[in-house]
C-alpha cells in the first residue's frame, strides 16, 4: 500500500436505498435534503466497495447492478467528498 494507482470514475450499483426521511449529515454537519440516494459502489478494477452518493433523478433505474460514474465537484480537496454523487449511466 505504498504506490497510487488511478481507477476508473465509473463502477457498479452493489446495493442501494432511497433515503426519505432528514437528518444532519455527520461528515459535513449540513442537513441533507430529501430524498436522496446512497449505496455501494464497486468502481471498475477494483475489489472492495465504498459507500456514496446517488444522483435518484432516473429513480427508477437505480438498481442493483446498474453501471454508475461519479460526478465531481467543481473545487476538490484531495478526498472522498470530491465526489458530489454518482448517477446511472443509460
Do not use: W
Not at 500500500?1 to 432511497?18: K, N
Amino acid at each position: 500500500m505504498e504506490e497510487l494507482i488511478e481507477i476508473s470514475a465509473q463502477g457498479t450499483l452493489v446495493a442501494s436505498t432511497i433515503i426519505r426521511f432528514s437528518f444532519i449529515d455527520p461528515e459535513t454537519g449540513v442537513t441533507r435534503p430529501v430524498p436522496y440516494g446512497y449505496g455501494l459502489i464497486q468502481l471498475d478494477g477494483c475489489d472492495n466497495t465504498f459507500q456514496h452518493f446517488i444522483n435518484i433523478e432516473k429513480e427508477s433505474k437505480v438498481k442493483i447492478g446498474t453501471r454508475v460514474r461519479a460526478v465531481f465537484n467543481e473545487k476538490r480537496k484531495g478526498n472522498l467528498l470530491d465526489i458530489k454523487y454518482f448517477e446511472v449511466i443509460d
